[in-house]
T-cell receptor
Framework: AQRVTQPEKLLSVFKGAPVELKCNYS??????LFWYVQYSRQRLQLLLR??SRESIKGFTADLNKGETSFHLKKPFAQEEDSAMYYC????????????FGTGTLLAVQP | DAGVTQSPTHLIKTRGQHVTLRCSPI?????VSWYQQVLGQGPQFIFQ???????GRGNFPDRFSARQFPNYSSELNVNALLLGDSALYLC???????????FGSGTRLTVV
């Protein structure tokens, strides 16, 4: 079964603390992994794609195929990082669908 | 570029009625997908269309249907509405496989 698991509904950290949002996936092939973010009153937007191996707004994510994980990390959290974060998997092929996790709400306290 | 636009933004319908939601993709994007997001959950895939052809369908009943027009805009139709259909319906467009999706703001459907 294709599934994305985000075990934490809420992650609360203080400004300047490191952040790690966990994402585990279940898929037998080679999926594409994404992180999407939704700031308050804004639309869902793409944050990272694993194939681009880029850092956006200080966030990075490494695909670990052995552990089937794609955790999102940032060394020093900022208050403006507070948002809902969704990990998503695309199986690829003819159907370019996304399978989302349930999301983690990141709250960065001042 | 206006991004992905969806209409209407909010809608209230009665059980048993029919609803049509509309989506205009980013210019140049030929792939459009529809997602349902229930409160507290991540978006769930409903349909994907590419070049006016259905490329994928999620685990939704036949009451849900969609189509894509020659200008790549799309409609999602839901018949015989149920209370459980109340959700945020998201449209997303993409250049194609391997590219991330750009999402619209969604249509908030409330079924009473």
């Amino acid at each position: 079964a294709q599934r994305v698991t985000q075990p934490e509904k809420l992650l609360s950290v203080f400004k300047g603390a490191p952040v790690e949002l966990k994402c585990n996936y279940s898929y037998s092939g080679s999926p594409e992994l994404f992180w999407y973010v939704q700031y308050s009153r804004q639309r869902l937007q793409l944050l990272l794609r694993h194939i681009s191996r880029e850092s956006i707004k200080g966030f990075t994510a490494d695909l670990n195929k052995g552990e089937t994980s794609f955790h999102l990390k940032k060394p020093f959290a900022q208050e403006e990082d507070s948002a809902m974060y969704y990990c998503a998997l695309s199986p690829g092929g003819a159907t370019n669908k996304l399978i989302f996790g349930t999301g983690t709400l990141l709250a960065v306290q001042p | 570029d206006a991004g992905v636009t969806q209409s209407p933004t909010h809608l209230i319908k009665t059980r048993g009625q029919h609803v049509t939601l509309r989506c205009s993709p980013i210019s140049g994007h030929k792939s459009v997908s529809w997602y349902q997001q229930v409160l507290g959950q991540g978006p769930q895939f409903i349909f994907q269309y590419y070049e006016k052809e259905e490329r994928g369908r999620g685990n939704f009943p036949d009451r849900f249907s969609a189509r894509q027009f020659p200008n790549y805009s799309s409609e999602l139709n839901v018949n015989a509405l149920l209370l459980g259909d109340s959700a945020l319906y998201l449209c997303a467009s993409s250049l194609g496989t391997g590219f991330g999706y750009t999402f619209g703001s969604g249509t908030r459907l409330t079924v009473v």
